[in-house]
């Protein structure tokens, strides 16, 4: 008896701890935005960004000479220009390199890490087709080119039906959102940092958000950082 009595207080003590926190997504055009992730209250901050027509076109061009592109590396602020030029391959692409590597250097010191890690991949089909929340301190997304990235509001997310919560059903079947326009979308070139489960004072309020379903015939060119071991 005494064990029920435990194991419901734990749970209602968790579904009192969810619905207690409250978070908030914050949008700029400037990089600067991305220090109110340090917020308690923001779980998504955003980098409106755009890209030039000539930084568009040499995207495209990447995916289609580099259609099987997985790069996955660490790397420092210091030696991320280099590595990543060397992993592209191609000096028609430095400007690519270079941006990647620039992310990376804002990323270290907004969090004061030596290193990150690093992967670009191009993706003809969903990546993570289900909502979750990454059990990470916080990831940097970026989408250089295809469908980005969807997020759901910390309000609008029924967590309990996360993960086995779904209990195998899709998330629209399964209740975890009530209506398809709770369905955020980020656009292709901004660039957001996605606070997890690990960020000290967030669990149960990481960013629930998921990989889009890519078109036929299409793909996406991705980014993506974490802190480095």
């Known amino acids: 008896m005494n064990s029920i009595v435990l194991n419901n207080t734990n749970a209602l003590k968790r579904r009192t701890e969810t619905r207690a926190k409250v978070r908030r997504a914050v949008k ?14 923001v779980n998504l901050a955003v980098w409106q960004r755009q890209f030039s027509a000539e930084f568009k076109t040499l995207v495209n061009d990447f995916v289609i000479f580099r259609p099987d592109t997985s790069i996955s590396i660490v790397v420092s602020p210091g030696d ?13 692409f430095n400007d ?13 010191c907004l969090f004061d890490l030596e ?15 289900k909502f979750h929340a990454d059990r990470v301190p916080c ?25 086995s919560g779904s209990v195998g059903q899709s998330d629209q079947e399964s209740g975890l ?14 660039v957001a940092l996605l606070k997890g489960e690990e960020w000290q004072g967030n ?26 071991s």
């Open 115 to 129: 290193q990150a890690g690093l992967r670009m991949r191009v993706l003809g089909d969903s990546m993570c087709p």
């Open 177 to 190: 959102y009530k209506r398809e326009a709770d369905i955020q979308k980020m656009a292709s070139s901004e």
């Open 28 to 41: 700029g055009g400037h990089p600067e935005i991305f220090s109110d992730i340090y917020h308690e209250d």
């Open 96 to 108: 690519l390199a270079d941006d990647a590597s620039q992310l990376v250097e804002m990323f270290c």
């Open 80 to 92: 991320a220009r280099s590595m990543m030029r060397r992993e592209i391959g191609d000096p028609r």
């Open 139 to 163: 990831r940097l997304i970026t989408t250089y080119c295809g469908i980005a990235t969807e997020w759901l509001p910390h309000h609008a997310v029924n967590r309990r039906k996360l993960g």
């Open 203 to 228: 669990r149960h309020a990481g960013l629930v958000h998921r990989s889009p379903a890519v078109p036929l015939k299409q793909c996406r060119l991705l980014l993506t950082l974490d802190f480095g």
